[in-house]
């Protein structure tokens, strides 16, 4: 699969807006400010496909990218517990994201994104559980790896995938990865390729 090839199809702000449930795509979650944005679009070598942005309102809704083979995506989650948003709008999320991940048959993985120095907050929690009780499988990438020594990043590293193993099984893989060094990115396509493609 090309990354590169991701286009924007549309984006959604309830369930029925989603393109037809056909085909095959792999979501990414996180919480805001994780990186997400900055992962997408390393991934796709865009600058600007999913807006880096804090804004509010911008990451409301779920966006879904087309790949250069048919009736395979990528969808970009709205990012969870932005601080400065009113509780009903939090809420609203919350709906929205339940109501795709409980009802889409065509999401064959979720990439959950952590900042590595801030691993496991409780909507990691609820994704790992999420995960669990629907044996939907489970990447975690831990970027912003630049920020810690090698040392530290391993070490963390090792911690997560013991415990997540733990948790899921064979239904989780942990990796790290940084936007800024571009350090990660193959293991991450291996791991969609290895999702998407039949
Ligand atoms: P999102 O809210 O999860 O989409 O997070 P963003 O992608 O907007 O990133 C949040 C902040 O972290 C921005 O200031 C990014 O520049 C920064 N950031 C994201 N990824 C990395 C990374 O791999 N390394 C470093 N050093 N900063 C990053």
Known sequence: IHYSSARFNTSASKLSQCPADEGAEVAFAGRSNAGKSSAINTLTQHTQLARVSKTPGRTQLINFFDLNIEGLRLVDLPGYGYAK????????????????????????????????????????????????????????????????????????LLQIRKSLKAALGDLVSVQTFSALKKTGVDQLKERLDAWLLP
């Open 85 to 156: 948003v009113p509780i009903a709008l939090k809420q609203h999320w919350q709906k929205h994201l339940d109501a795709y991940l409980q009802h889409r048959q065509c999401l064959r993985g979720v990439v959950l994104v952590m900042d590595i120095r801030h691993p496991m907050k409780e909507f990691d929690e609820m994704m790992v559980q999420w995960c669990q009780s629907t044996g939907v499988p489970l990447h975690v990438l831990l970027t912003k790896t630049d920020k810690l020594k090698r040392g530290p990043a391993q070490s963390t």
